[in-house]
């Protein structure tokens, strides 16, 4: 049987894709932006953007003087691979060997799959309808050899080369079909070779001495003469353990033991892939047709069964099996690459990095709500409120250090709270102050120290803030809000206290 | 060789108190050196009971073991400070010696995960301390928290938050810390270096103890002139 491959030909990729969850920019003429060279280029373009004649390499400015009502965005770059990847992978059910082509389209090698959809025809019209459902414009070409394909869906008006005929359509194609340099395409059509057809004739050394190596190499994979292996896109498997049982489980240790097999299993798939698990969820059906579930999640990835094992565990209490459950799943949601770690003889260095922390971490977490445990790290901010910000992970560390020159208190009120003071103008200490239904008298102080709001970040007045010491020994942080004014009165607040 | 039965006595005792978990740590704080430690030095890998019956003794208790914590600590350590309504601001644990990026806080909504996780967390070796501020704890859940502290040798510290009733624990030592007007040497104005009075109530093999203690250069220092007017105060009271 003589080999058939589909080349799938993106035309608008980018802009199709933008437009998928912006339905408004489907009709209107739209742009994909990115700096090059200290301005910014036009990398991808609607239909209707190439219709009023834009094209990919203009200049934005010269683009908007052309279509006033241009819509633009910000090309994002590093998705598109991932995205043609995730294309190959849905295209996977037209035939099992679907290769990425960037930048712009797929390879496919449908040999022998065509006659399942009823012939070739159907089959291309498939492949097109499916993916314009999805939102993606396509022209889809069929022939003997990838390269003629790739040629006739970009440039041919028929894009189906029945069998016997690779040569006949390769004939009438322009030199560009070849997927030739640039400079080579050039010279050819400086030449007046436009076509295949024009040249194919020439005997090969003129060609060779003329044009190079690479340009015969070209011609031979499109005569089907040489081939180039696919690399086939191969989709990750999920990674989901089911056990049946034979007899509904209703008990706790049958449920740990169907547990600790699920997590074996998993576990050793991870380990063979040098995966961690940071989220899982163990999923129990029910005889009574109900399901029920428990979820986890981690800290950091990891594969260790007993600790899986259990967080999994303080959550059993929610797990109710009613009349017996009969199938058990055991899933992994997110999984992440983890290096395994060199055993450590003598691990006594604690610190963040310490695994059992992490684990420690993740029992908590899972009970208390994850987002209740904090970290802090010093945030280049003045305003107190903003000095600290959270840690994303255990690991992170400062990226300044942490301010002491100034005071802070210890404990800090948030918000701060409203009191009475007693106070000589301008800009002296609290005499006396009323906190919490008891006067303080004031015998020793310090300050103001004015904080500034950060103007850029939110309006408002600033805060002269005092240390103060009432006569019992405690020590407090007070503020007053803005200056002494006619207009408003001062106002004091109590925002800390000091050890 | 003869040995005598208070020797005798004397060893098996310290070997009752290691398999409870005490350490001699070393460094320098109130009372070091004295008899109100057994060895002579502050015990790590109990647990400790600090009352704060006035919410204004919070601070100088937060204070005190943050000061605590670094002398006993190498500077990496990590401390888990776990709380039910928590107002300790993480950017002033650094003029106590403390690396505030090393202490992870969990802030737990409901009072009884707070006892919860304390033991969970006392049973970690990767930690260094555990600090919980606890209001109500009996006799079985400190019971609980010295046999973790047992195992894994970490520090525990429990901050009493307006205990309603002080009954017995199991816990090693029950202190109070209350401030008391700030010192500084040369009679400047303004507020000097913090200054406490650190009571030792109770401590397992030890005795009862009163010190005035100012914090200064990252260190405890005694104030000798005050002691006096201080057990004065105490006898009055």
Redesign the interface.
Known sequence: MAARYVSIWFRYLKTDWCSLDRPHLKTVPFVLRAPSHGRMVIVATNEYARAKGIRIGDVLADARALVPGLEVLDDVPGVWDKLLRRLAEWCIRFTPIVAVDPPDGLLLDATGCAHLWGGEGQYLAAIQNGLLNKGYDVRVGMAETPLVAWGVARYAVSTLVPAGQNTEALLALPVEALRLEFEIADRLRRLGLHKVRQFISIPRPSLRRRFGTEFLRQLDLALGRESVPLEPVIPIEPYREQLPCLEPVLTLPGIEIVLRELLDRLCTRLEKEQKGLRTAVFKGYRVDGKWVQIEIATSMATRNRDHVFNLFALRFSSLEPGMGIELFILEAPKVEPYAPQQEKMWD?S???D????A???D??GN???AS???????DEHHW?ER??KL?TS?QE??MTT???DK????????PPERIEVTAPIPDYPPMLFRYSGKLHQV????GPERIEREWWIEKGRHRDYY???D?????YWLFRLGHYDDEQSSEWFMH???? | MQVSTADRIKDLRAHIMRLEGFRPASGSWPGTGTSSFPWQSFPVGAVHELLCSEMTDLSPTAGFIAGLLSHLNGNKDVILWISASRNLFPSALAPFGLRPDCVIFLDAVRERDVAWAMEEALKCPALSAVVGEIRDLDFTASRRLQLAVEKSCVTGFVIRKNPRTITTTACVSRWRITSLPSASDDQLPGLGFPVWKVELLKMRNGQPGCWIVRWMNEQFIEERSHVAAALGERKAV
């Open positions: 006594s604690g610190g963040l310490d695994v059992r922390l684990e420690l971490i029992r908590l009970r208390v709500g209740r445990i904090r970290r802090y790290l010093p107190p000095s600290i840690a255990l560390k400062p942490w301010p002491s005071p802070r208190p210890l404990q800090l009120l948030d015998t020793r102080a310090d240390c103060v010491e006569e019992d020994g405690h020590r800390g206290f000091f050890a």
